[in-house]
């Protein structure tokens, strides 16, 4: 059974950095992409940036790009969203998701959120 389980959230002041994991396991057939998406609470939730399995091509919502950085360790099977210059605009919970199969580019279904399987989120505040 695939199985998400995200960590590295907590508080930071402003000007901070996080670095977020992702340990995937189960998948047996591999997964198209790999990515995380926020939720802040009255809000919609976010592709916040995704990397495709194969090539490696990523995405990064404009709000984050120069800031964050997403990366992944295959021999460890986990992805990891690096988080700089945090904002208090960026405090939300954090996801992280799979897609098991090609149904859009990378780009396309990240910014849909349409992904197969979820983990239960990590919490990011960002305050002073």
């Known amino acids: 059974q695939p199985h998400l389980v995200e960590s590295g959230g907590g508080l930071v002041q402003p000007g901070g950095s996080l670095r977020l994991s992702c340990a995937a396991s189960?998948?047996?057939?591999?997964?198209?992409?790999i990515g995380w998406f926020r939720q802040a609470p009255g809000k919609e939730r976010e592709g916040v940036s995704c990397?495709?399995?194969?090539?490696?091509?990523?995405y990064y919502a404009d709000s984050v790009k120069g800031r964050f950085t997403i990366s992944r360790d295959s021999a460890k099977n986990t992805v990891y969203l690096q988080m700089n210059s945090l904002k208090p605009e960026d405090t939300a919970l954090y996801f992280c998701?799979?897609?098991?199969?090609?149904?859009?580019?990378?780009?396309?279904?990240?910014?849909?959120?349409?992904?197969?399987?979820w983990g239960q989120g990590t919490q990011v505040t960002v305050s002073s």
């Open positions: 998701a799979a897609a098991g199969r090609v149904r859009a580019t990378v780009q396309t279904m990240c910014v849909r959120g349409d992904y197969d399987y």
């Open positions: 990397i495709s399995s194969s090539d490696g091509s990523t």
């Open positions: 189960g998948f047996t057939s591999g997964f198209y992409a």
